[in-house]
């Protein structure tokens, strides 16, 4: 049974850091690429961040270009997100997930498996 385990989230308040950790099992950890997705109260999931399987290819969401850093440790099955310079619109629950394919995909459509999340809380 593939498992995908989110932590790392919390109270921060504007400007500051947070780094998600995202430990997987039940998969083949480095075959797969894996990717980041936030939902904020009442709005739809949306597309954060991508890595593909060997960590060589990175994608970001504009609104996070810059701020976030996606990496992945093929020996420690696991997947991060390093946050920075956080806003208020930051705000959401993150999920990790882990793509159906190798690459680092974009769309929810191509991630087969989803944990179920960490609160990353930003004030002002």
């Known amino acids: 049974q593939v498992q995908l385990v989110e932590s790392g989230g919390g109270l921060v308040q504007a400007g500051g850091s947070l780094r998600l950790s995202c430990v997987t099992s039940?998969?083949?950890?480095?075959?797969?690429?894996m990717g980041w997705f936030r939902q904020a109260p009442g709005k739809e999931r949306t597309y954060v961040a991508s890595?593909?399987?060997?960590?060589?290819?990175?994608t970001y969401a504009d609104s996070v270009k810059g701020r976030f850093t996606i990496s992945r440790d093929n020996t420690k099955n696991t997947v991060y997100l390093q946050m920075t310079n956080l806003t208020p619109e930051d705000t959401a629950v993150y999920h990790c997930?882990?793509?159906?394919?190798?690459?680092?995909?974009?769309?929810?459509?191509?991630?087969?498996?989803w944990g179920q999340g960490t609160q990353v809380t930003v004030s002002s």
């Open positions: 997930a882990a793509s159906s394919g190798d690459g680092a995909e974009t769309r929810a459509s191509d991630f087969a498996s």
């Open positions: 039940g998969l083949n950890f480095r075959l797969y690429g």
């Open positions: 890595i593909n399987w060997n960590g060589v290819y990175k």
